[in-house]
């Protein structure tokens, strides 16, 4: 049965390497939830959003940052693999956009280029994606 739950959950990475965990600043107040994929536009993590051009990768927890002195747990590779439930096929190297709020994070038609499919997947099959090239901070 395939997972419909909203959010990122990693996979693997395609260097078959262990995940990098990185535990890094908030940039503000705001709640990150497990699963969501954030970008570092000002060396700090905020919620990622389509069309942003510094996702770092998806958080592992659920915090409440109250001011930049708060940390969380985050994938910080540019070649980790994450699963996303997505009702739609997917062919291989598709362009996808990231969709949702904290919590209730997807992917969506591409409008931009967020994410790319890594394996092709059908409607009923969970979507495994990366964070397009150019798109991560680490790896303009």
């Not at 038609?109 to 890594?118: E, H, K, Q, Y």
């Amino acid at each position: 049965m395939t997972d419909t739950s909203l959010g990122f959950r990693p996979r693997y990475r395609l260097s078959g390497a262990p995940f990098t965990i990185q535990n890094l600043l908030f940039a503000d107040t705001e709640t990150l939830t497990k699963g969501d994929i954030v970008n570092a536009a000002t060396g700090e993590l905020d919620l990622g959003a389509t069309g942003d051009n510094t996702f770092l990768g998806v958080v592992l927890e659920v915090i409440s940052g109250t001011d930049s002195t708060t940390r969380i747990r985050v994938i910080t590779d540019e070649d980790a693999v994450y699963g996303v439930y997505d009702a739609n096929a997917r062919l291989i190297q598709a362009n996808l956009a990231i969709s949702g709020a904290t919590g209730a994070m997807t992917v969506a038609a591409p409008g931009n280029s967020d994410l790319i499919v890594v394996s092709e997947s059908t409607a009923t099959e969970e979507t495994l994606v990366k964070i397009a090239h150019g798109e991560h901070a680490l790896y303009p």
